[in-house]
């Protein structure tokens, strides 16, 4: 054992000739010894054996055959880039406990329909990078019923087999990806996760020329050049996750799919931007219409090309968030619907060139608060604004919607357009238009303001001198709006003026996210950013705890905080994320970015971070969602490459 293991790992080579022999007897039948003989030749190429580890690396050995002379419990088989241009019913027979066969790059030309017949414990498999590839019309993989991973991809293959994914009882991935396949008949099939042809030559996605019946999470068929879709073909598809686009759809083609997505059980679809933006041909469209299309992600260019449209209706989707750019395209656009969606927030730049919006519906959503600026560019297009069944905070803050509101404009289901109960307390589940901040935010505003203050001082009595000094500042805050316009100005220093470069303060449950999606992606993105402080564990040693936060957010070039539910109930937390707030107030710089990592239901929103959002300040929402996730690092990655100088008009105490 000692010996075995100071060899290991072990180059073979051609050392295993007699374990060849040995295999030859095991064979009978003057076919198979012919076959066999020649392969022997092959086998002096020599390939790279791991005994301990089953595995045999014959890539780039200039090997025509499967080569014999390797060990016969190998699990792992390397032949790619290699010269096999066939595989027949006895190359595998040598090695019948191969899990992970890897036959791409070579030039296989034709498969005898059993030659994977003794792999019956095959998870993986490669043939992608044949040239020429050509599957037996069916069976081939009749005994790899484990098979999770098969790779097909960029083998020039004009037609899949009819029971190509059948056998496998749970296929993970087939990738089938940069073919020629104009044609699709998967008519039987098991269950398969991810089923990807993307690039093919798909043009008509009719019954007569694709049919796919599997139970698939994600069927991707982006860049095939589709010309014609029955809807019904869509409609009948088992498929939770479509994938289109990377291709110019005629709107036709772009009507049918919609019209099968909205008959399907389709739970989300993906329609990713061609070369010229998948609406690009459609630049004299007036009116598009993509209600309950189960639509959760808007690409920000998904509207680019479509100057010409008055009129855009996404009722009934699950949208969550609409990026600055998604409307920038829409100089034309009158009438914007986004009823029954999912959108929590407005960006303040998503109407800044949509100037002749004059009809705008944001029912039904879960909107809390508005802000001024968000809709200034359309302050006096619009007619008609609809934003009924929101949960909207109503205070003092809304002073601006309310005199606008009392303008030349029609609020619509003004009856169903109701303060929620994080409202002042006076105006909870009342009308909105009922809600006269004349009245209520003359005298009574520091009142109202400091209730929640008053529920945190309770707490934290020890820094109630702090709490008064944020409600000073909230008032101010108000003046400022009405007083003062916002201008925005960068700091002249970089990070290397900093002692630390990122700062992270978050709540111990976080952690996860913190370790397995932050810093890998701050790793990823942004490299130069080295002297990090993570967290509790990284700060300085031999301070006191406050005092060391206090020390490490004002020589850190940015903070990242990241809220959650259970973060803001937690009192050190709060106070560290309102030592970081201070400090942007006393150095007059932008430093900070809040992360939600959840929704924070209104109730449960502190204080703190309340004056943070509506003081304008940068913060960006986590997402599940992958689009929105790399929606998420470009803005972080974004925000913390510069810093803004705040502008805070406030005096220092
Ligand atoms: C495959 O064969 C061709 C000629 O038949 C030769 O030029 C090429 O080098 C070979 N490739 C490998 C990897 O041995
Ligand atoms: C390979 O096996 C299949 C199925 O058993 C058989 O039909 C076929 O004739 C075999 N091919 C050769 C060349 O032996
Ligand atoms: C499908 O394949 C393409 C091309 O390799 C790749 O970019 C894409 O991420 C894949 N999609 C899925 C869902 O696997
Ligand atoms: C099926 O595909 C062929 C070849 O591309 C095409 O000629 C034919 O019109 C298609 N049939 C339908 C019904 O789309
Ligand atoms: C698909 O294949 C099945 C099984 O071979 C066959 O019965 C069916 O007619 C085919 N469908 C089309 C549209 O070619
Ligand atoms: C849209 O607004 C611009 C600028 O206000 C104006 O010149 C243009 O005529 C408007 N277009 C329509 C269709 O109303
Ligand atoms: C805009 O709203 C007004 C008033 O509700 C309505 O009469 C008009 O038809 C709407 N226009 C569009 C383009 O929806």
Same mark, same amino acid.
Not at 531 to 540: I, T, W
């Given at each position: 054992?000692?010996?075995?293991?100071?060899?290991?790992?072990?180059?073979?080579?051609?050392?295993?000739?007699?374990?060849?022999?040995?295999?030859?007897?095991?064979?009978?039948?003057?076919?198979?010894?012919?076959?066999?003989?020649?392969?022997?030749?092959?086998?002096?190429?020599?390939?790279?054996?791991?005994?301990?580890?089953?595995?045999?690396?014959?890539?780039?050995?200039?090997?025509?055959?499967?080569?014999?002379?390797?060990?016969?419990?190998?699990?792992?088989?390397?032949?790619?880039?290699?010269?096999?241009?066939?595989?027949?019913?006895?190359?595998?027979?040598?090695?019948?406990?191969?899990?992970?066969?890897?036959?791409?790059?070579?030039?296989?030309?034709?498969?005898?329909?059993?030659?994977?017949?003794?792999?019956?414990?095959?998870?993986?498999?490669?043939?992608?990078?044949?040239?020429?590839?050509?599957?037996?019309?069916?069976?081939?993989?009749?005994?790899?019923?484990?098979?999770?991973?098969?790779?097909?991809?960029?083998?020039?293959?004009?037609?899949?087999?009819?029971?190509?994914?059948?056998?496998?009882?749970?296929?993970?991935?087939?990738?089938?990806?940069?073919?020629?396949?104009?044609?699709?008949?998967?008519?039987?099939?098991?269950?398969?996760?991810?089923?990807?042809?993307?690039?093919?030559?798909?043009?008509?996605?009719?019954?007569?020329?694709?049919?796919?019946?599997?139970?698939?999470?994600?069927?991707?068929?982006?860049?095939?050049?589709?010309?014609?879709?029955?809807?019904?073909?869509?409609?009948?598809?088992?498929?939770?996750?479509?994938?289109?686009?990377?291709?110019?759809?005629?709107?036709?083609?772009?009507?049918?799919?919609?019209?099968?997505?909205?008959?399907?059980?389709?739970?989300?679809?993906?329609?990713?931007?061609?070369?010229?933006?998948?609406?690009?041909?459609?630049?004299?469209?007036?009116?598009?219409?993509?209600?309950? %299309?189960?639509?959760?992600?808007?690409?920000p260019?998904?509207?680019?090309?479509?100057?010409?449209?008055?009129?855009?209706?996404?009722?009934?989707?699950?949208?969550?968030h609409?990026h600055d750019d998604?409307?920038?395209?829409?100089?034309?656009?009158?009438?914007?619907?986004?009823?029954?969606?999912?959108?929590?927030y407005l960006e303040e730049l998503m109407?800044s060139?949509?100037?002749?919006?004059?009809?705008?519906?944001?029912?039904?959503?879960?909107?809390?608060?508005?802000y001024q600026s968000t809709?200034k560019?359309?302050?006096?297009?619009?007619?008609?604004?609809?934003?009924?069944?929101?949960?909207?905070?109503?205070?003092?803050?809304?002073?601006?919607?309310?005199?606008?509101?009392?303008?030349?404009?029609?609020?619509?289901?003004?009856?169903?357009?109701?303060?929620?109960?994080?409202?002042?307390?006076?105006?909870?589940?009342?009308?909105?238009?009922?809600?006269?901040?004349?009245?209520? %935010?003359?005298?009574?505003?520091?009142?109202?303001?400091?209730?929640?203050?008053?529920?945190?001082?309770?707490?934290?009595?020890?820094?109630?001198?702090y709490?008064?000094r944020w409600?000073l500042r909230y008032?101010l805050f108000?003046?400022k709006l009405?007083a003062f316009a916002y201008k925005e100005m960068r700091d002249a220093r970089d990070h290397n003026d900093y002692e630390f470069d990122v700062n992270i303060i978050f709540y111990?449950?976080d952690?996860?996210w913190i370790?397995?999606q932050l810093r890998p992606a701050l790793e990823e993105r942004l490299p130069q950013l080295q002297r990090n402080v993570v967290g509790d564990?990284d700060l300085v040693?031999?301070m006191?705890?406050l005092d060391s936060v206090d020390y490490v957010v004002s020589h850190s070039y940015k903070t990242i905080v990241v809220l959650s539910?259970?973060a803001?109930?937690?009192?050190?937390f709060i106070l560290k994320f309102r030592t970081a707030m201070d400090h942007v107030s006393d150095t007059l710089t932008e430093f900070v970015v809040v992360v939600f990592l959840?929704?924070?239901?209104?109730?449960?929103?502190p204080?703190l971070a309340r004056l943070y959002l509506s003081d304008g300040r940068p913060y960006i929402h986590w997402?599940?969602?992958?689009?929105?996730q790399e929606y998420f690092w470009e803005e972080l990655t974004k925000n913390l490459t510069i810093n803004i100088r705040t502008n805070d008009l406030i005096p220092n105490e």
């Amino acid at each position: 054992m000692a010996n075995g293991s100071i060899l290991y790992p072990l180059l073979v080579a051609c050392l295993l000739v007699s374990s060849s022999f040995q295999s030859l007897y095991r064979h009978d039948g003057d076919s198979a010894m012919t076959s066999l003989r020649l392969d022997m030749d092959q086998s002096f190429h020599g390939c790279d054996q791991n005994l301990e580890q089953k595995k045999a690396s014959c890539s780039n050995k200039g090997l025509g055959l499967v080569p014999t002379g390797l060990s016969g419990d190998t699990e792992v088989l390397d032949l790619s880039h290699n010269n096999i241009t066939k595989l027949l019913n006895s190359s595998f027979e040598l090695y019948p406990l191969i899990n992970s066969l890897d036959i791409s790059h070579n030039d296989v030309r034709a498969i005898e329909s059993a030659a994977f017949y003794p792999l019956k414990g095959l998870l993986y498999l490669s043939l992608s990078f044949n040239w020429g590839l050509v599957l037996p019309a069916t069976g081939v993989f009749m005994m790899s019923t484990q098979l999770s991973i098969l790779d097909l991809s960029a083998s020039n293959l004009k037609s899949l087999p009819n029971d190509i994914l059948k056998w496998s009882l749970h296929l993970d991935t087939a990738r089938l990806f940069y073919n020629q396949l104009s044609f699709i008949n998967v008519s039987s099939c098991g269950k398969a996760d991810t089923v990807n042809m993307t690039g093919n030559r798909l043009q008509h996605l009719t019954a007569e020329n694709f049919t796919f019946e599997c139970h698939t999470d994600t069927l991707n068929i982006r860049e095939n050049p589709i010309q014609s879709v029955d809807p019904d073909v869509i409609a009948s598809l088992r498929v939770r996750y479509l994938v289109l686009g990377g291709y110019p759809l005629s709107d036709e083609v772009l009507a049918n799919i919609i019209l099968g997505i909205s008959k399907s059980d389709i739970e989300r679809l993906t329609i990713v931007e061609g070369s010229v933006g998948i609406f690009g041909q459609l630049s004299v469209l007036q009116e598009l219409n993509l209600d309950y %299309c189960k639509i959760g992600y808007l690409h920000p260019l998904v509207f680019s090309g479509l100057e010409s449209l008055q009129k855009l209706s996404l009722k009934g989707n699950n949208i969550q968030h609409i990026h600055d750019d998604v409307l920038s395209g829409l100089g034309q656009i009158k009438s914007i619907d986004f009823k029954g969606n999912d959108i929590a927030y407005l960006e303040e730049l998503m109407f800044s060139s949509n100037w002749n919006l004059t009809n705008l519906s944001l029912a039904n959503n879960r909107i809390t608060r508005v802000y001024q600026s968000t809709f200034k560019p359309i302050f006096s297009s619009i007619s008609s604004l609809d934003l009924s069944m929101n949960p909207i905070e109503c205070n003092c803050e809304l002073k601006w919607l309310i005199d606008w509101l009392n303008g030349p404009i029609r609020l619509k289901n003004e009856d169903k357009t109701i303060c929620s109960l994080a409202s002042l307390e006076p105006l909870r589940k009342k009308s909105l238009m009922d809600f006269d901040p004349n009245e209520l %935010c003359k005298i009574n505003n520091s009142l109202y303001s400091l209730i929640p203050l008053i529920s945190i001082g309770l707490v934290v009595i020890s820094v109630l001198l702090y709490h008064y000094r944020w409600q000073l500042r909230y008032k101010l805050f108000l003046l400022k709006l009405v007083a003062f316009a916002y201008k925005e100005m960068r700091d002249a220093r970089d990070h290397n003026d900093y002692e630390f470069d990122v700062n992270i303060i978050f709540y111990d449950d976080d952690e996860e996210w913190i370790r397995e999606q932050l810093r890998p992606a701050l790793e990823e993105r942004l490299p130069q950013l080295q002297r990090n402080v993570v967290g509790d564990e990284d700060l300085v040693l031999g301070m006191h705890y406050l005092d060391s936060v206090d020390y490490v957010v004002s020589h850190s070039y940015k903070t990242i905080v990241v809220l959650s539910r259970a973060a803001v109930l937690d009192h050190w937390f709060i106070l560290k994320f309102r030592t970081a707030m201070d400090h942007v107030s006393d150095t007059l710089t932008e430093f900070v970015v809040v992360v939600f990592l959840e929704d924070i239901p209104d109730d449960e929103m502190p204080f703190l971070a309340r004056l943070y959002l509506s003081d304008g300040r940068p913060y960006i929402h986590w997402t599940e969602n992958v689009r929105g996730q790399e929606y998420f690092w470009e803005e972080l990655t974004k925000n913390l490459t510069i810093n803004i100088r705040t502008n805070d008009l406030i005096p220092n105490e």
